[in-house]
């Protein structure tokens, strides 16, 4: 039953494209759309890939969230989506809160070493 329910379970997709296999892609793509066949015939195609294999390699680009949507954001072909837009408001809001903490740990510092050996001031906080 343990190795049945392991067996049941569906495997991840974890194929990703090297940084050099993206700029390839990306180059071909941006130079000849989807033309596959100027793309096997372009000097840049080093590797001598085939219209049928640049084809398979840019579908499964398309394919993966991770690669096509940093190209597309890089493009202007889609906005950046309201979800990552929060995030980084609530990361800019969260990064003012700690440099203002830190200010107020300094001043907290500095009154108790201002050497007029009373306390008072520094024990309020």
Do not use: W
Not at 21 to 34: C, P, S
């Amino acid at each position: 039953s343990k190795l049945e329910n392991e067996a049941n379970v569906v495997a991840k997709q974890n194929f990703r494209f090297t940084i050099t296999q993206v700029q390839l892609i990306t180059y071909m793509m941006d130079k000849h759309g989807m033309d596959f066949s100027a793309m096997s015939r372009d000097p840049k195609n080093h590797y001598q890939e085939t219209t049928a294999k640049l084809k398979g390699m840019v579908t499964r680009f398309i394919s993966i969230p991770e690669h096509y949507a940093p190209y597309c954001k890089e493009r202007g072909l889609i906005a950046p989506s309201e979800r990552e837009e929060e995030v980084k408001e609530a990361e800019e809001e969260s990064e003012g809160e700690d440099e203002s903490e830190m200010v107020e740990d300094e001043e907290n510092i500095e009154d108790s070493d201002d050497g007029s050996g009373s306390d008072e001031e520094g024990s309020e906080s």
